[in-house]
């Protein structure tokens, strides 16, 4: 799946970045402003042109994945051993990436469901044997960091010397 994944979005990008499709068939830009959202689509791919024509983005791109990727692995490996669960560096990170970019699919919102169905799955098998429970607060815990780390720590809880109203924080 993930290879398919994979080699699917390699084609696309191939097409966006660097093909020049519409050279070859003239039509192309006509058929593709006929589609749903065809005006949205064809200034994504004027986007991914300009990209396709900047050296060394892929290559920043490719490294903040791996940086954004391996974040995630150690993130899991923090929270499974918080957790008292023991699971190899290895394990983490092929089952890791993996699970994220499968969750990523637009199957449900942001993936739940279908990470946290994944995660006991892949955690469950004889090799690594991990409790279903603790699989399952594996992945909500981790959702949970990322969301944090997404909201960039802008909402927090006012503290005991604030008194809160409907909408408003007022400092006493």
Same mark, same amino acid.
């Given at each position: 799946m ?15 970045f ?21 005006e ?7 986007a991914?042109?300009h ?12 490294? $903040?994945? /791996?940086l +954004?990727?391996?974040?995630? =692995? @150690?993130?899991?490996?923090v *929270? %499974?051993?918080? !957790?008292?669960?023991?699971?190899s ?14 969750s ?5 919102p942001?993936?739940?469901?279908v990470r946290e169905?994944?995660f006991? $799955?892949? /955690?469950? +098998?004889p090799?690594?044997h =991990? @409790?279903k429970t603790a699989? *399952? %607060?594996?992945? !909500? ?32």
């Open positions: 993930i290879l398919l994944m994979l080699g699917g979005a390699s084609v696309v990008l191939s097409v966006a660097w093909s020049g499709l519409s050279r070859r068939f003239p039509r192309a830009r006509q058929w593709l402003r006929k589609m749903p959202k065809g949205l689509l064809e200034r994504s791919l004027d991914c042109r990209f396709g024509k900047s050296r060394g983005f892929l290559v920043k791109t490719l490294a $903040l994945s /791996l +954004v990727n391996i974040a995630c =692995v @150690l993130q899991m490996m *929270l %499974s051993a918080g !957790l008292g669960v023991s699971i560096s290895w394990a983490w990170l092929v089952i890791v990436p993996m699970i994220f970019c499968i990523a699919l637009p199957i449900t942001s993936g739940l469901g169905n994944l006991v $799955l892949m /955690l469950a +098998v090799e690594i =991990v @409790l699989a *399952l %607060s594996l992945s !909500l815990l981790a959702y949970a960091g990322s969301l944090f780390l997404e909201s960039g720590g802008r909402h927090r809880v006012p503290g005991p010397e604030e008194e809160t109203t409907p909408g408003r924080v007022h400092a006493r």
